[in-house]
């Protein structure tokens, strides 16, 4: 992979809250309030606490909301669910940890990344111990976990043929399966992977990223998200510009991996 390393300390960071209480109509698709699409099971970019969506997105969702100066309500659903419910034009945008792939580009169009992330590898940490290098995955025998229809199952069934693929529909489920013996590692996203160690003690992640993927939030591909497109993007890179950006995700995350 092109990146040698990726490093993201922790800092605090508040950003403005959008205000609810706007109700004349915007330009973003003709509509007083910005639908956001999300999947809130991915701890620390999107998730739930005490009933209140938190996270890398949660946050940055708030931070569009204000530079566009027009409400958000955010739309939960199955993440197998956000980009059918796109194209219907059920919500605005995808807000929920999506990469930009190949298959994906088909079908929704992606803003400029706003981070770059890899999949990891989670394991039991006396199974961790026996892997010196990240080469060593794609001999192995064992029941590897991810979640159904992510770029982890793909890595599985692409890098690891040696393996069993087991998916789960979210990561709790895949964690449990884990901790239970059920399945040998979990292939996911590192921001989850790592997140996921500092809530298990008893499990540990291989300090490498294997795959060199873009978040980015995701709008509709036909006309409507022409306008929405456009203002997303000179939101993004006015928050990269000024550091805003770095901010919010510093907040959230402490990582050091190496590649691969």
């Known amino acids: 992979m092109s990146r040698c390393l990726l490093f993201l300390c922790a800092s605090a960071v508040l950003l403005t809250s959008c205000s609810t209480t706007t109700t004349t109509t915007t330009e973003v698709d003709q509509s007083p ?3 956001i699409g999300v999947a809130p099971d991915y701890p620390p970019v999107i998730y739930k606490q005490d009933g209140t969506l938190r996270g890398i997105e949660a946050d940055l969702a708030a931070y569009a909301g204000a530079k566009l100066a027009c409400p958000i309500q955010f739309v939960e659903m199955p993440f197998e669910d956000l980009v059918p419910r796109l194209e219907r034009g059920d919500i605005d945008v995808i807000m929920s940890g999506l990469s930009n792939t190949d298959a994906r580009r088909e079908v929704v169009r992606f803003t400029v990344p706003y981070m770059h992330i890899g999949q990891m590898a989670l394991l039991r940490q006396a ?3 026996r892997i010196t290098e990240a080469g060593a995955l794609a001999t192995s025998s064992g029941r590897a976990g991810c979640l159904s229809g992510t770029t982890g199952e ?11 693929c087991v998916a789960f529909a979210d990561a709790p489920a895949a964690i449990a399966a884990l901790r239970a013996r059920q399945i040998d590692m979990l292939i996911d996203d590192g921001p989850y992977v790592l997140y996921a160690v500092k809530e298990y003690p008893e499990l540990q992640a291989l300090p490498w ?12 591909k036909q006309e409507r998200g022409d306008f929405l497109y456009e203002k997303l993007n000179r939101v993004l890179l006015h928050a990269r510009q000024n550091g805003d950006l770095r901010k919010t995700i510093n907040a959230y995350l402490d990582i050091q991996v190496r590649a691969r």
């Open 33 to 35: 309030t910005l639908r």
């Open 127 to 129: 199974d961790a111990a």
């Open 154 to 164: 793909m890595y599985v069934k692409e890098n690891m043929p040696k393996a069993e």
């Open 209 to 220: 990223q294997l795959t060199d993927e873009s978040l980015a939030w995701a709008v509709s």
